[in-house]
């Protein structure tokens, strides 16, 4: 995994920049410790961040194709090529000589074999940039569920800026760091719009993309697109198909060169992806977070059922893992430093950075041990794990399912209770996310046969995986790479997402409940008490001396007048919490969001310096 960034200006000699582009790789330094490389020429340069997982010694960027003195073309790539093997042989066979056994040559030589096109060839997780001089041309490219992120912007002067996030571009001189209305409601609103990507002048090329940059300027296409069709296979050959194509998913995805591993949460989904993983051969080592004193003070909520760290043991025990519990103290979420690392390595606020938190804390702590980790993302999106799939009240409401949720807890949306009305009302967060998702929806054809009740909960599993899951696996790509670790995500292979993304709703819930498909496909791995056991989401902590923390912190907030948050909140609202003297309540949804989003605020306003133009 690595970071990537670039620049390219068909009006100006760039071979002199090559510090400016050294300057914007260096924003991306944690997702690529091992190595950095800057390649330049008139119109082009390009750099990158290594972090290394295969070929460790060679397959060093940017990388060069070279005939006879002439340079063909230069890729910088990040991400995993699952496929490189078999692709490898059939560009030999094609002709083409290789000089190293990484992946990176493989896209280099896909290519210069099938020009823009070559992303139609690579499974994996991946994003790239090509530039080819003989035609003064610069692809972009993304995999096809946008597990690996890709950035760009124009400059004021006619230039192309690119990088794995938005840091690297505004680390070039050019570009501003500005939010506008429309970008400050997608972020209260928590989607992901396709190609939006929140700051003025930025775009994030969309998953199953590729941009095609030249003198003429810059032209998208579509390459991959969920597939809506008909299922034609009964019930127990859809279990055997689920259960082949995971498997083979997790198989590709154990493909390393260095130390790898698990993370193991006790639910279905991670405990799926180990049990596999076992299968498929070693004795890989688990992961699973937890909090000082957790079970022993645990209270069931909404959403949790029962605590996480009993059924990670039990799955570690019966499939036959070293398993190391991560146990997380109080102090360690709330740890400014810890707080910092991880808003500022996703570039934006959240409205859930105690998950963010705890995650980062998890991820540096599996870091010490392996530079590649597999984890159960996208399950609950793909075989309709969360409750918004269930609850009549939150499906196909004319918005998305988490943000009618949201507007249930607050009139303007999740973490929203503590900003002002006024500017709340000019941005109009539930109108954005109404447009949006009427956007997203019409992009789902009613398959021929199909009932109203199975299209209806066909839009419900598009919107999920096409404006929830990319917000899920941001978080994952950042977090994992603030610290420097690559995860793979087993649930992402297209060829799974495709089968299952068309398995009919009532067959996903054929006993009853949620994920039955998968229940059914993974039954004689694992216990019946996981199998059996209901969805619970990432933990959060109880315990109430976080409440007491977030209290202090946001009485120094709302009480520092000069404050770059102040402009943004709802005065009244936030004096009458200060002046209460009690911690902030840390069960549910209501007060500890909207506390949170406001310290966010504050922070990212403080340390991005971002211009807000509202």
């Not at 896209?107 to 001089?133: I, K, N, Q, S, T």
């Not at 001189?173 to 506008?180: K, S, T, Y």
């Not at 059924?311 to 519990?325: L, M, Q």
Request: charged share 25%; glycine share 8%; aromatic share 8%.
């Amino acid at each position: 995994m690595c970071g990537i960034a670039g620049w390219t200006d068909f009006r100006r000699d760039l071979s002199e920049e090559g510090a400016t582009v050294r300057t914007m790789v260096a924003a991306l330094a944690n997702r690529g410790p091992d190595a950095e490389g800057v390649w330049t020429d008139r119109r082009a340069a390009l750099g990158h961040r290594r972090l290394s997982v295969i070929d460790l010694e060679h397959s060093t960027q940017p990388m060069v194709a070279e005939e006879d003195g002439r340079t063909l073309a230069v890729v910088v790539h990040n991400g995993e090529i699952y496929n490189f093997r078999a692709l490898r042989r059939e560009l030999e066979a094609r002709g083409h000589r290789f000089r190293t056994a990484g992946d990176t040559e493989v896209v280099l030589r896909a290519y210069l074999e099938w020009g823009e096109r070559c992303a139609e060839h690579l499974d994996g997780m991946f994003a790239f940039a090509v530039w080819d001089p003989g035609r003064e041309r610069l692809l972009l490219a993304r995999d096809r569920l946008g597990i690996k992120p890709l950035f760009y912007a124009r400059t004021a002067q006619g230039g192309v800026l690119f990088g794995s996030e938005p840091k690297a571009l505004f680390a070039h001189p050019a570009l501003e760091c500005a939010v506008d209305a429309e970008g400050f409601a997608e972020l209260l609103a928590y989607i992901a719009t396709p190609g939006h990507a929140v700051y003025r002048g930025v775009r994030e090329l969309p998953a199953g993309h590729t941009a095609v940059v030249t003198h003429a300027g810059i032209a998208e296409s579509a390459y991959w697109t969920l597939p809506n069709r008909a299922h034609t296979d009964d019930t127990a050959t859809t279990i055997d198909t689920v259960r082949g194509l995971l498997a083979e998913s997790v198989e590709a995805h154990l493909v390393s060169d260095v130390p790898l591993c698990t993370l193991l949460s006790g639910g279905v989904d991670s405990s799926a992806i180990v049990a596999l993983a076992t299968r498929a051969g070693g004795r890989p080592r688990t992961f699973a977070v937890d909090f000082e004193g957790h079970t022993e003070r645990f209270q069931k909520d909404f959403w949790h059922e029962d605590p996480d760290a009993p059924y990670a043991a039990e799955v570690a025990r019966h499939v036959g893992t070293d398993h190391e519990p991560v146990v997380l103290r109080t102090a360690d979420l709330v740890d400014p430093v810890v707080d910092a690392a991880a808003l500022l390595s996703q570039d934006l606020p959240r409205p859930i950075p105690d998950m963010d938190r705890s995650l980062y804390l998890l991820l540096r702590a599996v870091r010490r041990r392996s530079t590649v980790a597999l984890m159960g993302e996208a399950a609950d999106e793909l075989f309709g794990g969360y409750r918004s799939f269930q609850d009549p009240a939150l499906v196909d409401t004319g918005n998305f399912p988490w943000v009618t949720m949201g507007l249930k807890v607050a009139p303007h949306g999740m973490s929203t209770g503590l900003l002002d009305p006024g500017l709340l009302k000019k941005i109009d967060v539930p109108g954005h996310a109404a447009q949006r998702y009427a956007e997203a929806v019409a992009e789902v054809p009613r398959v021929d046969g199909e009932s109203e009740l199975e299209h209806r909960m066909r839009r419900v599993s598009h919107v999920h995986l096409t404006r929830w899951m990319p917000l899920l696996l941001t978080r994952d790509d950042r977090l994992s790479m603030a610290v420097g670790l690559e995860l793979r995500v087993p649930y992402c292979d297209h060829r799974l997402v495709e089968y299952v993304y068309n398995i009919p709703w009532e067959m996903k819930t054929a006993d009853g409940r949620e994920k039955s498909v998968l229940r059914s496909a993974v039954a004689d791995l694992l216990p019946a008490s996981v199998t059996e056991r209901r969805k619970s989401p990432f933990p959060i902590t109880q315990d109430p001396g976080y409440g007491r923390v977030l209290k202090e912190r946001f009485d120094a907030v709302v009480n520092d007048p000069s404050g770059p948050v102040t402009s943004l909140l709802d005065r009244e609202a936030c004096a009458r919490l200060a002046a209460q003297d009690r911690p902030i309540e840390v069960s549910g949804w209501g007060e500890r969001r909207d506390v949170e989003m406001v310290l966010q605020l504050d922070t990212w306003l403080r340390r991005q310096r971002v211009r807000l133009d509202l």
